[in-house]
Nanobody, 117 residues
Framework: QVQLVESGGGSVQPGGSLRLSCVVS?????????VGWGRRAPGRQRELVAA???????DYANSVKGRFTVSRDNAQNTVWLQMNSLKTEDSAEFYC??????????WGQGIKVAISS
């Protein structure tokens, strides 16, 4: 059974940084899948934040461009999200995902990120 396990969340002050990690197990062809991160803030729908395709194309939400960086290591089946210059509005539950197609998307359990002074 496919498992995605996130780590690295927590609480930081505005302007701070966090690095989220996601290890994907029991997933064939990780190296050609699209992987990335979404988030859900309280009272809002989940939104896609950052993604990287198997071919190395990046995609970022406008709200995080220039601040967040997604990366992957196919040998370790791992995805990271480096988040810098964090804002209070970045507070959310963050979820990693792996997708072989738009109809086959697997999500992690989520990890909390809280930005407050």
């Amino acid at each position: 059974q496919v498992q995605l396990v996130e780590s690295g969340g927590g609480s930081v002050q505005p302007g701070g940084s966090l690095r989220l990690s996601c290890v994907v197990s029991e997933y064939n062809f990780f190296n050609i899948a699209t992987v990335g991160w979404g988030r859900r803030a309280p009272g809002r729908q989940r939104e896609l934040v950052a993604a990287i395709t198997g071919g190395g194309r990046f995609d970022y939400a406008n709200s995080v461009k220039g601040r967040f960086t997604v990366s992957r290591d196919n040998a370790q089946n791992t995805v990271w999200l480096q988040m810098n210059s964090l804002k209070t509005e970045d507070s959310a539950e963050f979820y990693c995902y792996v997708a072989s197609s738009t109809s086959d998307v697997r999500w992690g359990q989520g990890i909390k990120v809280a930005i407050s002074s």
